[in-house]
């Protein structure tokens, strides 16, 4: 079955529903096929909310913040820089997958995992 969604995925990205709809898989059965692609890093959910196969140009990595405010992802022994309008929702710590898109710099593509799944926010009127 991981072949099959895999395979529907190579033609392009596609969410849940029209996956679901493609496949003919039952949906708890296809959600606990999709998170295992995306724990062998091998699926993730885009910026658009679709599910993409990771290509060749695109890297994993955790998403780290400086003391200034810059953010970057360490991926394959490179630090790529991004500015805080490619970072897409991804907080510090998520394993992310980033293109690199010139100079050191890139856009973060999806997020694989979430370090933090609960946040505090402090709402003032």
């Not at 695109?58 to 394959?76: F, N, Q, R």
Request: proline share 1%.
């Amino acid at each position: 079955m991981k072949n099959t969604i895999l395979n529907l995925l190579q033609n392009g990205n596609l969410n849940f529903e029209r996956l679901q709809k493609l496949s003919e898989i039952e949906p708890q059965t296809l959600a606990t096929i999709i998170d295992e692609l995306m724990d062998e890093e091998l699926v993730f959910l885009n910026t658009e909310k679709k599910y993409e196969v990771i290509k060749e140009n695109y890297l994993i990595g955790t998403l780290e913040k400086t003391s200034k405010g810059s953010c970057y992802v360490v991926a394959d022994g490179k630090k790529i820089y991004i500015t805080t309008n490619a970072l897409h929702t991804a907080l510090k710590h998520d394993l992310v997958v980033v293109e690199e898109k010139y100079n050191g710099h890139g856009e973060i593509k999806g997020i694989l995992k979430r370090k933090n799944n609960q946040h505090v926010f402090e709402y003032k009127e």
